[in-house]
């Protein structure tokens, strides 16, 4: 691989972190305008016909799954679209833009986690220390931000909810992305749960009048379901595809720290010194967690090397 390719994935990826952690900031702002579910059912309207339009332009399947896969498209729609985004929506709308990021930056630890307890994956010392220390983290986080404005540790409980869900996603659909592709697998659970989210939105789209929306709200309709689902979406998976899982999954990371700053710019909000604690836990957590699964990887790698 070329060193300018790769310093194009990497350049990538950062943008791909910024579009992310901007976008709990610019949601967080919209949510004074819009009902939670109307944002949501606008939001996965345009990411929907987005999606459709990049799968077009790349030449790639938009056929529908096989009749069986229908069984496990619809679960996932359910979890990983459905309900993570009502957690998502409403926890941001109850906690600070910075609190909610760094509770969803947990994922990935919540997929190693979930899945040695369902028996699918087995995880080292240094995953389970940084397990104990990302549970830590958010004790403080949430306890350091009760009394803060804006945050509520009903949001932020919420908020690790929708962690959760996502893990849930990531951990039962991963046959299926294997099988048919990431980019075919978002797009069909996607569509199958757009339905759902519109329908629930329906009241309170009606209630603001899209017509008195202020510029502002519509351009975070454009960033979260444009730029931070199909454009970011499509730029990690290349990345993927470029540089490796481990080395793309390790910008994750960056997404909590832009957020935070965007949120102290823009929102205001500015974190105590518990929160700040809380918040260096949960990143040392993660970077503990993520070494041990990379040095794992390469073990694995190796004794797959002597093998053959």
Known sequence: MTGSRRTSADAGLVLVALIWGLNF???????????????NAL??????????MLLRAQGRRMLPPRPRDWKKIVPLALAGHVAFQL??????????????????????????????LLGRERF???????????????????VGGADAVGSSAEGDLIMVGAAVLWALYTIFGRRMVKRHGSLEVTAWTLWAGTPIVVVAGLPGMAQAGLGSLSLSTWIALLHSGLLAIAVAYSIWYRAVG???????????????????AAAWAWLGETPGLVQLAGASVILAGLVVAR?????????VAGQGDARR
Do not use: H, M
């Open 87 to 116: 957690c998502f929506i409403y926890g941001l709308d109850r906690t600070r833009a910075g609190n909610a990021a760094l509770l969803l930056a947990t994922c990935p630890l919540w997929v190693v986690v979930l899945s040695g």
């Open 25 to 39: 900031v610019v949601v967080k702002d919209a949510l004074d305008e819009l009902t939670p579910l109307a944002f």
């Open 242 to 260: 470029a540089i490796g899982q481990s080395r793309t999954a390790v910008y994750q990371n960056l997404v909590p720290v832009f957020a935070l």
């Open 291 to 299: 070494r041990g699964g990379r040095r794992k990887s390469r073990r």
């Open 124 to 142: 080292s010392w240094a995953v389970a220390c940084g397990a104990v220390c990302t549970f830590a983290g958010t004790i403080l986080l949430v």
């Open 43 to 52: 939001r996965f309207i345009l990411a929907s016909v987005t999606v459709a």
